[in-house]
């Protein structure tokens, strides 16, 4: 079954940038990829840009409206993703837990819908 594990966090909660902290915090998304591909589970996954640079989109009535930044304010915003093909739940919480942001943020983990 494929799963995503969405990683949310908020500003200015996990290690800054060009700390000893922060190289760390990096080895540990480099350790958990790696662990995802040598277990032949990975997908895809991807870090994002922050939210400020998004564009939300919606039709309403036929006409196509866009707007700056995220649909919803939220505390914590959508920091990238990893999508798994796993046997179950389980599996996926296991290796969702390897995930760096985890310590300080929320990894939400979903399966994805298969509508073939």
Known sequence: MRYIALI???????PAPGTPEWDEFMDG????????EERGVML????LEH??????????????E??????????????GFYMFDCKDLDEALELASLIPTAKFGTIEVRPIMDLG
Not at 29 to 36: D, G
Not at 44 to 47: A, D, I, K
């Open 29 to 36: 998304y480099r350790i958990a990829t790696q662990t995802y």
């Open 51 to 64: 939210t400020k640079t998004a564009t939300s989109l919606r039709i309403r009535d036929g006409k196509t």
């Open 66 to 79: 866009t707007m700056d930044g995220p649909f919803a304010e939220t505390k914590e915003r959508l920091g």
């Open 44 to 47: 895809g996954g991807e870090p």
């Open 8 to 14: 949310y966090s908020g500003d200015n909660t996990g």
